[in-house]
């Protein structure tokens, strides 16, 4: 089955600085590509997805790139905010139509903002 | 924006009790989840439910588990005799049908039940 690995495991940067986390997968079938941010208490909370026939998408601050030959996907968070700090997860699916499409998720990265 | 509720928020059972969580899902959604995530560790998928039925379930959704939707609204969990390594978050999602039959919509979240067994 697919396997997501997740780096680094805590961040600590200093606010208005940038963010990297990095994502491996394993199942080159894998198509559909969601970053989830989960506050303490809460539910992981949607805050980009990527499909395969992109290469990079960007919604504000955020930005996230896919690298389908290396199988490898990233998130950009740019002049990082304390409201910022959360963990954020990484996942992988096989979308296809008419099926459930379960989430396999990266094992998640503490990010820290600094002032 | 419509979400995902769960209740209770927090659960204590005895080990070898029966627990139900319980989920209401987005209103217009057609595809339900439960995952897991023990404490620290990453969000894993237990159940995924279509069409009245259970499309996928992992290792971990063995015969002590089962889900149903008896209203059309709700979405539970039952848990028969729990073990102590049953205590974790329990997360339900759901997720719409986007245009052409085609799952392009994302999965949204409930804050989920945290169970804990004695």
């Known amino acids: 089955g697919e396997n997501v690995e997740q780096h680094p495991s805590t961040l600590s940067v200093q606010e208005g600085d940038s963010a990297v986390i990095k994502c491996t997968y394993s199942d080159s079938a894998s198509n559909y590509f969601p970053w989830y941010k989960q506050e303490l208490g809460k539910g992981p909370q949607l805050i980009i997805d990527i499909r395969s026939n992109v290469g990079e998408k960007k919604d504000q601050r955020i930005a996230v790139t896919l690298n389908k030959t290396a199988k490898h996907f990233s998130l950009h968070i740019t002049e990082t905010q304390p409201e910022d700090s959360a963990v954020y997860f990484c996942?992988?699916?096989?979308?296809?139509?008419?099926?459930?499409?379960?989430?396999?998720f990266g094992t998640g990265t503490r990010l820290q903002v600094t002032l | 924006e419509p979400e995902v509720t769960q209740t209770p928020s927090h659960q204590v059972t005895q080990m070898g009790q029966e627990v139900i969580l319980r989920c209401v899902p987005i209103?217009?959604?057609?595809?339900f989840y439960w995952y897991r995530q023990i404490l620290g560790q990453k969000v894993e998928f237990l159940v995924s439910f279509y069409n009245n039925e259970i499309s996928e379930k992992s290792e971990i959704f063995d015969d002590q588990f089962s889900v149903e939707r008896p209203d059309g609204s709700n979405f539970t969990l039952k848990i028969r005799s729990t073990k102590l390594e049953d205590s974790a978050m329990y997360f339900c999602a759901s997720r719409g049908q986007g245009k052409s039959g085609f799952s392009n919509q994302p999965q949204h979240f409930g804050d989920g039940t945290r169970l804990s067994i004695l």
């Open positions: 209103s217009n959604h057609l595809y």
């Open positions: 996942a992988a699916s096989k979308r296809s139509p008419g099926t459930a499409s379960k989430l396999t």
